[in-house]
Every structure is written in C-alpha cells, then in structure tokens.
C-alpha cells in the first residue's frame, strides 16, 4: 500500500507547483464524484488540508472519475509486485477500502484508511487490519479465511522468492497463527484475541530490540552497557532506556 501512496504523491509533484483556490475547485468539479469538503475531512482524518489537497490531486491523476472500480485497483497494486500475482491479496485490500461494499473506492473512504494506516493508534491500525484478515465480516478470523490472505500474501511475493517457500508453508503460517492468537481454541479469532495478541508480541519484540542493542556494543563500550542494565534494573521507564541505548550508539 505504502508504494500506491508513494506513487501518487511523486506523480502529483510533477504537476504544476502554483495553484490557487479556484483551480481546487474548479478541478474538484470536474470529476464524476465531488469529494467532502476539506474542513469535514481534515476533522475525520489525521492530515491536513494541505496535505489532503496533495493526496486529492494524486488520486485523481490516477482516478481522473473521482472513484476506483476493483479491477482499477488491481491494475494500479499489481506494477509493484510484478513478480507475482497480486490480484487477490489486491482483492481482500480492496473490499477492506470499500468500507460501504459498493463496489468502488471514493477519495474519503482512500484517505481515512490511509489516515489510520498512518498516523492511527496501535489499536486503530490493529482494528484495521483485523478487518482485512474478516473476509466475510462476521466479527471472526477463521483458518479458511486466514489461509486466503496468507495464498494471497504468497502469490504475491511470486516463486522466485529466496528462499523458497516450501507447499506446507501456508498451512503452517495459518496454524501458527491460530497457535498464538486463538487464546480460548474455539476454533476462530476475535478482534479481543487479535488486538491482545499482537500487543504482547509488540512488548516482547520491545524488549528483544533492547537486548540486542546491549549485547552488540557490549564489547565496545562495556561500562556503559552495563550501566544501561544497572538503570533497567531500577525499573526506570522503557523510554528512557531506549533513549540512553541510543545515545550510547551515537544518536
């Protein structure tokens, strides 16, 4: 998703630099759908007027009718993973835009999904995501829709992915998955499940960061690490070690 953006924003800078209010909306007139005003979109997003006009024009310039059909998309997702087939993981991400199921994605639904993307909170961005893994959207992430995103994920990546995924690997994935997140085994995945989940695993990928910062420059700054350790002992807050790690790295 991140490599759409990209595009559109690299595409909208070649695009004369002097505008004014009046071209905004005369450009905005022209188009088969009008989006809301900037003022409305500014209170539902996390960007601001500038940078919504910036994304506006880039997603017009792609979308010149206001709107994407799903096979627009697809075309659009697919030129960054030409090694492999992206059609359905561009299908799941297209249906998680298409809040509204109708069948094409407009300027607002684009941009607050990329907002939470973004700039969301951890649990927003989580919310999001689950929503994605909801294929048919009945609250649950089962092992059949899970094993869809992860095909999708892999066909993706194409075959001349190094190393090689082996055919197992996709049931493999989606068991380890349900291994972690399905924490009273009933068989299915709720966004409670979800969220607690990967929350844990963002604590203990914290910590792990942390310890591997220590053990690489233990041997060249030996009482600094070891003063770094003395202080995590005092339960001083994570941030602060982080903060003091970096320092000692050059930061």
């Known amino acids: 998703m991140g490599a759409v953006v990209g ?44 940078e919504l006009q910036v994304l506006y024009r880039g997603f017009k310039n792609e979308c010149p009718s206001g709107v994407v059909n799903e096979e627009t998309f697809k075309q659009i997702y697919s030129q960054f ?10 299908h799941y991400l297209f249906n998680a835009f298409d809040t509204t199921q109708s069948g094409s994605i407009k300027f607002e639904d684009f941009v607050t999904a990329l907002s939470t993307l973004l700039r969301g909170s951890i649990t927003e961005k989580l919310q999001w995501t689950f929503n994605l893994y909801d294929i048919n959207r009945d609250g649950y992430i089962n092992k059949e829709e899970m094993t869809g995103i992860v095909r999708a994920i892999y066909d993706m990546m194409g075959k001349y992915t190094y190393p090689a995924l082996k055919t197992d690997a996709p049931k493999q994935h989606v068991d380890a998955f349900f291994q972690k997140m399905d924490k009273n085994r009933d068989g299915v995945v709720t966004l409670d499940e979800f969220i607690l989940s990967c929350q844990e695993v963002l604590r203990t990928a914290h910590v792990q960061i942390l310890n591997q910062i220590i053990s690489i420059f233990a041997s060249h700054c030996k009482k600094d690490v070891e003063r770094c350790v003395c202080v995590s002992n005092k339960n001083v807050k994570e941030r602060e070690l982080t903060r003091y790690c970096l320092r000692i790295i050059g930061f």
Not at 18 to 28: A, T
Not at 81 to 90: E, K, L, N
């Open 7 to 50: 595009t559109l924003t690299m595409q909208t800078k070649q695009r004369r630099p002097s505008r004014d209010k009046d071209d905004d909306d005369l450009e905005m007139t022209m188009v088969c759908h009008r989006p809301e005003g900037l003022d409305q979109l500014e209170a539902l997003t996390n960007f601001s007027k500038r």
């Open 81 to 90: 993973f030409p090694q492999g087939d992206a059609s359905t993981y561009a």
